[in-house]
């Protein structure tokens, strides 16, 4: 039958044989469905399945014709053998045909669950799909023992998500659809209390293992929610029983979620830099409100936090939360902070959740001043390098700090100190101020670490007034702040801090300035008429 | 009876003017008196207060007196309101006519007239006592109320003849009808009455006779005076009449009458006027290009800051929406004392136009005018101008000639197609060895074609001075000037064209024929120009909308440089517009384009490091006048820097990406030891540089040289930016690390001026930011400003008819309103004479009564008396 439906398959366009395979599968279906004389339909669809799995056709029909079989089956419960202990099986046909069956199941969901690193990923989604289905008539109408209807079967979640977290290949867009079952309360639950035996600290050096892992603790996330609405996958006809068999409180996933990540902390020994920063991320972002003793990570995230780049960002992130929520107290975090402000920063996604943190760590105005100049000093000296965007986010952000601390004022007032004088000693002093304002080089140093002993305070933000002749006009716009008169109310730095090239590049587009000014030399060559750089430099022809 | 009283009148006044007169000469005080009549008394004075001093209106009733006015009013309403009202009801008069009782009025004599005249007065004067003794004749005779001095006034002679003699009867046929005067009138009543109806007729038309006749002699005078008018002016109404014939003299004459006349033009411009126009045009677009190169609210120098001349009524009370800036600027002298050099003028786009308009003569000038030129140079230019000249004369007059020819060719209206710009089929056709050899066949007039192909068919295979041959004709033959709006259409799918055209040029070029798409580049460009300067906001659009769609191209993935036609075009935008603005709808978006493909893509190929070397080098010749800088653009030149620097494994550079900091890429150009350093001469960077892949050791060279160059020039350019320091530091760190031996001689001295420039800028010293110093608030000098245009718009504007009907209801309103009140006055006026006859009666009736008494009690006296004395007689 199957080599029938291949060669079938060869001879026309594919488009109308995959119809016709699946009406025939179709038929195929109903009729074992129908009668049980046309069992043996079954083991032509498995086989087919097989065929198609071997040859990489496409095996969707028949995904969707066993899930469509066995969700029927399991519903007329026909896979059901009444095994009483201390009796032998009894041997009738009726007894055999459900064993035959019931290794047919298992037979068909292996192949299913084997599916899932097709390399369709649209295939994988309906394995997965499919086998969630199964999953679920399986635990509204068990297998084995028809009494107990509301038994999770464990052991088909296990096997799925041990297909998940493959060590071969990224799962993360399966993930990504399985992300659709977190929102029932019983996958969740089942899934945090499997996680643990999922994972072993040899498994977890591979790499693709480790991503897919933490990608799945990504999708399963513990939320108010989630317990609110009591969404169950399986279970439904536990209201007519009389006492709940399970009950899926907050306290044992929360036990399951601390057993797990400090397994997982245990293995952090030698992980790579995507692996560890996805590790942070999904700390920061899922698991640390659920832990109960998250001073047991500082030692983590302070080792993270040595590690430069984005991964000391995220880890500054954690202990900013272990901070605030938890009281530590971290010394030389502004050091740390300090020394993350370094031109690299720019080319990282991470910049926005940088300034969004200086942000708040430099909000307070009780920090003394020359460490809050320090930092201007240096944003300042990243303005002139970075990208425009940023520095008009820099800008922003010096213009905040500066009137945040008054004392700041003496980056771009020097003369501050004069006022409120007499009159003829401010002439002397004058003088005085106008020699000693004169400086030779520029008092703050860039390389010291410490941002104390960076003698900020003495110098001046000429940097900004450098950027006021920015070629590009929002900068030079942004940075005229200085010779104006500050204002009393902070610049909003989530509006640009998302801003990208393009963004900025639309927006000069959208400013439809209607006049287009022309160059009024007429040229008599490809060059200018006067002072042409391209000619100093070129030879072009 | 009429000239009689004339008389009278005139002799009246007569001896009226004489008693003046002598009262006058023997009146001692007659000389003070008209002088305090002429002052006049202050408390008889009302004077109307006026509100506004309206110029240009005279006004009458400024002050008037009260007192003299209403004297005035009461005596017009004695002389005829209380007349009339006196004669109410009164249908006859009493007349004494008993002195010369028995005569006709034709009959009396002067004598019985004067002596009823006396009568009269007698009578009168015996009424009213008062005016007894009055020597002055006061009473002024009237007629019908009315004074006699005031009827002559409007008196007609004639027509009052023939009133007179028209309405009433013979004075003799009354007096003798009605009073029976005449005895010898025996017939009956019904005769006499039969005769004078005859005799009226007869007399009527006697008169109606007489009219006609006086009309017709006065028609005929008039005719005749018509006819003796023709004969003086010697044009009669038939010689008017006539026409002749007009002969071809005419014609051609009434043809030049109803032509169009020649517009009044200035006069043809010398040489040296026009060199003068040009060079003003010019400085005025130099300084409008200066004044957006400072942009909105840039830091102006306080040398040039202009304080703003502002009235008292443009305080900031925020009524007025327009800015003060609009409004002309002052006149000021600089701090040199040269005037008018900051006499900004507002941005017109006449200036524009006029550029426009500017044919190639002006442009000659521009030329001839270049200082910097030397003279050779000139003279050679000179010649080529002359020969580009006569070039240019051919084929205007070509043009010309053709225009009639193009006319009847039905223009088809295209629709506007946006530049698409895809790569040409036909690319290879394009070959350069391939050129099709005929200079002869160039037509002289062409028509853009209708689409691309036909324009790549038409340019292909020519060599690059024929195409641009054909350019400029196509460009002379669709000149805006000569048919307006589908010539604009024409030119500027000629732009796009055109912009497609070097699009294809460019992509896929390869080393072969680089040079060549320079070349044609070259000779398109000045015409490109020319096309962008008539339209200018269409075409710069246009430009716009293909700088988007490349950087739209580029987006997609940031990592990969631009290919070299981008790079083409950001070169065409400096040529074209004025890059130096502050903000520019063109320019601007370059630069961030420029920015991010700095910034953003993989160095790692011969062409990319070249292409980068571009952009710094275009983003360099927009910033050249601005003196703004783009840190990418100096971060790539630091890169280059470091690809040049060869690295041990284990050392690591700082690096800002693109760059990388570690492996093969981070070397790229770093060259070992070389042994023909010394063949090698100083090269610019070449064409081929910008299509080939592989390195070559030159070409290592040169990039690095040519950076270095650049970073001097750049670093030099931002001089006066007081945070250029900043910008040298980083690459003075790197250039301790470069390995100078191994470089050929040429690059040890662009070295050595690149790092003397960067150790000077880094030297320098820093001022700290003081804040500017604030300026004493000066008082506001408070002037009235005012206003130009007073549109008072309380009443809608309304059409003529209905404008005469409001003004005309108005006036009735106010006729009205002083009619009532004559009448009120009147009846006021009536009730009190009323009033005072009634007293008067009354008076006269007591005294009677009291008379009666009187009488009554002396009667009674006298009768009491006669009892008493009868009662004495009896005792």
């Known amino acids: ?541 | 009876m009429a000239k009689v009283r004339k008389n009278k009148k005139a002799l009246a006044d007569q001896v009226y003017s004489k008693k003046a007169n002598g009262a006058k000469q023997t009146n001692p005080f007659a000389s003070a008196k008209p002088a305090t009549s002429n002052r006049l008394n202050p408390f008889e004075v009302h004077v109307n207060k006026e509100k506004f001093q309206i110029l240009g209106r005279t006004c009458k009733h400024d002050k008037g007196l009260p007192g003299v006015s209403r004297a005035k009013a009461v005596k017009k309403r004695k002389e005829t309101l209380a007349v009339e009202y006196q004669n109410k009801h009164k249908t006859n008069k009493f007349r004494d006519r008993r002195i010369g009782r028995f005569q006709n009025s034709d009959q009396l004599s002067e004598d019985v007239i004067n002596a009823r005249f006396v009568a009269a007065r007698v009578e009168q004067l015996k009424q009213n006592k008062a005016s007894r003794f009055n020597l002055n004749d006061d009473d002024i005779l009237t007629h019908r109320g009315q004074t006699l001095e005031e009827i002559e006034h409007f008196r007609d002679e004639r027509s009052d003849d023939e009133d007179l003699e028209d309405d009433k009867l013979n004075a003799e046929f009354t007096g003798a009808a009605h009073f029976g005067g005449d005895s010898e009138l025996s017939k009956d009543r019904q005769s006499a009455i039969e005769d004078m109806i005859a005799e009226q007729k007869r007399r009527k038309i006697e008169i109606a006779k007489e009219k006609d006749e006086i009309y017709s002699l006065t028609e005929k005078l008039d005719s005749n005076y018509k006819e003796l008018l023709g004969l003086v002016d010697k044009l009669s109404k038939k010689e008017m009449l006539e026409k002749s014939k007009p002969d071809d003299y005419d014609k051609a004459l009434k043809e030049m009458i109803f032509e169009p006349r020649g517009v009044v033009s200035d006069k043809l411009l010398s040489e040296e006027d026009l060199a003068k126009q040009e060079r003003k045009r010019l400085e005025e677009l130099e300084k409008e290009r200066l004044k957006r190169m400072h942009g909105d609210g840039e830091i102006v120098d306080v040398n040039t800051k202009q304080t703003e001349h502002r009235s008292a009524d443009a305080l900031d009370d925020g009524y007025f929406g327009y800015s003060v800036e609009e409004e002309d600027e002052t006149l000021a002298y600089n701090l040199d004392g040269e005037l008018g050099t900051k006499l900004m003028e507002n941005v017109s786009k006449g200036l524009e136009e006029e550029s426009v308009e500017l044919d190639e003569n002006e442009e000659e000038n521009e030329e001839d005018k270049d200082d910097e030129n030397s003279e050779e140079e000139s003279e050679y230019e000179n010649d080529s101008n002359k020969d580009e000249n006569d070039d240019d004369n051919l084929s205007d007059l070509k043009v010309t000639d053709s225009e009639s020819e193009t006319e009847d060719l039905e223009k088809s209206v295209h629709s506007k197609k946006n530049v698409h710009i895809k790569t040409a089929e036909s690319k290879n056709d394009n070959m350069p060895n391939s050129y099709i050899n005929e200079n002869d066949d160039l037509p002289y007039t062409m028509d853009i074609p209708d689409n691309y192909e036909g324009f790549n068919k038409l340019l292909h295979k020519r060599k690059p001075e024929e195409q641009g041959i054909i350019i400029e004709r196509l460009i002379k033959c669709n000149h805006p000037k000569l048919d307006g709006i589908n010539n604009r259409d024409n030119i500027s799918k000629l732009f796009d064209f055109l912009l497609q055209y070097v699009n294809e040029l460019f992509t896929d070029a390869t080393q072969d024929d680089i040079q060549i798409q320079f070349k044609i580049l070259d000779i398109l460009n000045p015409h490109m120009y020319d096309l962008v300067q008539m339209i200018p906001d269409k075409l710069s659009n246009t430009l716009l909308d293909v700088i988007k769609e490349k950087y739209n191209n580029y987006i997609k993935n940031i990592k990969l440089f631009p290919p070299l036609e981008t790079l083409i075009f950001l070169k065409l935008v400096s040529n074209y517009c004025s890059t130096s603005d502050f903000r520019h709808a063109v320019v601007t978006p370059c630069y961030i384009f420029i920015q991010h493909v700095l910034s953003k893509a993989r160095i790692r190929t011969r062409q990319e490091v070249a292409g980068g070397l571009f952009l710094v080098t275009i983003c360099f010749e927009f910033s050249r006048l601005s003196k703004r800088f783009l840190p990418a653009a100096l971060n790539f030149l630091l890169g280059i820097v470091y690809l040049s620097i060869p690295k041990r494994p284990v050392e690591v550079l700082r690096i800002v990406p693109p760059f990388q900091s570690t492996g093969p890429m981070s070397k790229l150009l770093a060259i070992a030891e070389i042994e023909e350093k010394e063949i090698l001469n100083e090269e610019l960077l070449k064409s081929d540089d910008l299509v080939l892949t592989t390195f070559s050791i030159d070409f290592k060279i040169r990039a690095l040289n040519i950076a270095l160059k650049l970073i001097k020039d750049i670093i030099s350019n931002l001089e006066e930016n007081i945070g250029s320091n900043y910008l040298a530091i980083p690459i003075l760190e790197l250039f301790d690390r470069v390995h100078l031996d191994i470089y050929p001689e040429f690059v040890h001295t662009n070295f050595k001026a690149a790092k003397s420039v960067l150790e000077r800028v880094s030297k320098k010293k820093l001022t700290k930011i003081v804040p500017p110093e604030k300026k004493p608030k000066a008082l506001r000098l408070l002037e009235p400003r005012i206003e130009v245009i007073y549109d008072d718009k309380r009443r809608p504007r309304l059409t003529k008819d209905k404008e005469e009907r409001v003004k005309l209801v108005h006036k009735i309103r106010r006729e009205t309103k002083g009619a009532i009140r004559e009448i009120r006055r009147d009846t006021e006026f009536l009730q009190k004479m009323r009033i005072e006859q009634q007293i008067q009666s009354d008076m006269e009736r007591k005294e009677k009564v009291k008379r009666i008494y009187q009488e009554a009690s002396i009667q009674q006296g006298e009768l009491n008396e006669l009892d008493r004395i009868k009662k004495k007689k009896k005792f």
């Open chain 1, 1 to 541: 039958m199957a080599t029938a439906v291949g060669s079938a398959a060869t001879l026309a366009n594919p488009g109308a044989i995959r119809s016709q395979i699946s009406k025939e599968l179709r038929t195929k279906a109903n009729d074992f469905l129908n009668s049980r004389r046309n069992a043996n339909n079954l083991l032509d669809i498995i086989a087919h399945f097989q065929h198609c799995v071997k040859e990489k056709q496409s095996i969707t029909a028949a995904v969707l014709t066993l899930e469509v079989v066995f969700v029927e089956v399991l519903k007329r419960r026909e896979m059901c053998i009444a095994g009483v202990p201390l009796k032998p099986k009894d041997e009738s046909a009726e007894t055999k045909y459900r064993e035959w069956l019931r290794q047919r199941y298992e037979e068909a969901m292996s192949l299913i669950l084997s599916s899932f690193e097709s390399e369709k990923p649209a295939e994988a989604a309906q394995a997965l799909v499919s086998s969630m289905k199964l999953l679920a008539a399986e635990g509204k109408h068990p297998l084995d023992k028809c009494d107990e209807p509301c038994k999770f079967p464990k052991q088909r979640l296990r096997s799925i998500l041990q297909k998940l977290v493959s060590a071969t290949k990224s799962q993360s867009t399966l993930l990504q659809r399985f992300k659709e079952y977190s929102e029932y309360l019983d996958v969740v639950f089942y899934s945090w209390k499997l996680m643990q035996q999922l994972a072993t600290r040899a498994a977890f050096a591979n790499d693709v293992f480790a991503c897919n892992y933490l990608e799945l603790i990504n999708v399963l996330p513990v939320t108010k929610d989630l317990h609110d609405q009591q969404k169950l996958l399986c279970i439904t006809q536990s209201s007519g029983e009389s006492s709940q068999p399970e009950c899926f409180d907050y306290a044992p996933v929360k036990k399951c979620i601390n057993k797990v990540w400090m397994c997982l902390m245990q293995w952090t020994d030698d992980i790579q830099e995507p692996v560890h920063r996805q590790m942070l991320i999904i700390l920061l972002e899922r698991i640390l409100p659920h832990l109960e003793k998250p001073i047991l990570l500082t030692d983590f995230l302070m080792d993270s936090l040595d590690c430069g780049g984005p991964v000391s960002l995220l880890a500054l992130q954690g202990i900013f939360t272990l901070i605030q929520k938890h009281n530590i107290t971290y010394p030389n975090i502004y050091e740390k902070l300090y020394s993350m402000f370094e031109p690299e920063i720019f080319h990282t996604k991470f910049k926005a959740r940088l300034f969004y943190l200086a942000d708040i760590f430099l909000s307070s105005t009780h920090l003394p001043e020359n460490l809050v100049a320090a930092f201007v000093k240096r944003l300042a000296r990243l303005s002139l390098i970075a990208p425009p965007q940023d520095s008009i986010i820099i800008l922003h952000f010096i213009g905040n700090l500066i009137l945040r601390h008054a004392g700041l004022k003496r980056l771009i007032c020097a003369q501050a100190a004069i006022e409120g004088m007499p009159n003829l000693l401010k002439n002397f002093y004058c003088v005085y101020i106008s020699f000693k304002l004169l400086v030779s080089r520029d008092p703050f140093i860039m390389e010291e670490r410490d941002p104390t002993k960076s003698n900020a305070l003495d110098s001046s933000l000429w940097e900004v007034v450098s950027l006021q002749r920015h070629a590009i006009p929002a900068v030079a716009n942004a940075a005229r702040f200085i010779s104006q008169p500050l204002p009393t109310t902070e610049w909003d730095l989530s509006s640009v801090l998302e801003l990208k090239e393009d963004d900025i590049f639309d927006q000069e587009i959208a400013k439809k300035s209607k006049q287009y000014a022309l160059a009024f030399e007429r040229p008599q060559s490809l060059y200018l008429p006067h002072d042409d750089k391209v000619k100093q430099y070129w030879k072009l022809f």
